[in-house]
């Protein structure tokens, strides 16, 4: 088997992978665009430890930790993105980002300095 072949397939994967990753703004298609890059990583390591005909198969071993945490990661992700579709009403990415430094701006009435503030926790 050349290694050429799933080398260059992962490589596609994890690429649409990563746009999926930096253009999405839906936190569900983040999620499966993470998802994408891990299975293009447990492609590589199948088809390595396949060409390296490794006697103790080292890369399938790993491939099931990776499922294994892949599983847990999508299983945590998609509570955290319901939670916060129940608070927000949105699972958009970037209004999360624009609600979230909105809420941190300081208002007109808090302290602006360091000394005030220091004064205002004292």
Known sequence: MHL???????????????????ARRNAILVLMSVELMLNAVNLNLVAFD???????????ALTLFTIAIAAAEI?????????VY???GTSDVDRLRD????????????????????????
Do not use: C
Not at 75 to 83: E, N
Not at 109 to 121: F, H, I, L, R
């Open 86 to 88: 129940r608070n927000r």
């Open 4 to 22: 050429a072949y799933p080398a260059v397939l992962a490589a596609l994967l994890f690429s649409v992978g990563l746009y999926g990753v930096l």
């Open 75 to 83: 299983g945590i992700g998609l509570a955290i993105v319901l939670m």
């Open 50 to 60: 396949v060409w390296l005909r490794d006697t103790l198969h080292a890369g399938q």
């Open 99 to 122: 609600t979230a430094e909105a809420a941190e701006a300081p208002t007109s009435d808090a302290p602006t300095s360091a000394d005030e503030k220091a004064e205002a926790t004292a």
